[in-house]
């Protein structure tokens, strides 16, 4: 039987006269093709992330101030935790699985620390004192950011200004006021 594949406003599609089991076969390879899409879409959206981090960070750096660093990360927080609920890739589960089918012993200690910090849902509280804003930060959308952009590996899945500083940025420890990472350690209950 003859058959023939036409494409149409970029969409691939087999005429009428096409051998039925081609259909699976176009299928499945229109459904890899999206999937491919979609992935590096995720990277690209990933890397432009880490590049406007990168950014803002060195104009926090030349600004030299405390309450500029913490306005800084306060504005990129928003702004990832909206990219990160729709990104599928790094849910709590799915993650857990990888990593124990991995058998690597601190992915284990991470899978742990996830489950343990999902279930208890904590909620920090991050108040700036130049505005009446409380930004309250999910902490299983807290883990997501820090398993993207930290040594996740070395450090607990506590979302602290001094890990932030350490991991994410290259601010001095001493330029983090105690009194700032006292306010980002607060936690209330849901």
Known sequence: MRYSIRV??????????????????LRACTKGHQQATQTRQRQLQIKKLQMAIDKATDECIKSGGQEAARR???QMR??????????????????????????QQTGKHLAWTTRIKYEKQTIHQIQDPESSTIVNED??????FMSHYSRIYEIDCT?????????????????ISLKVQNDVAQKITP
């Open 139 to 144: 902490k299983d959308i807290a883990r997501v």
């Open 72 to 74: 800084n990360l306060n």
């Open 159 to 175: 979302f602290s200004l001094l890990q932030l500083s350490q991991y994410y940025s290259p601010i001095t420890l001493p330029k």
């Open 78 to 103: 928003p702004k990832l935790k909206d990219f990160f609920i729709l990104e599928e890739a790094t849910s709590s589960r799915a993650y857990q699985q990888q990593v124990y089918e991995e058998n």
């Open 8 to 25: 149409l406003d970029g969409v691939t599609a087999l005429t009428d006269n096409a051998d039925p089991r081609l259909h699976g076969w």
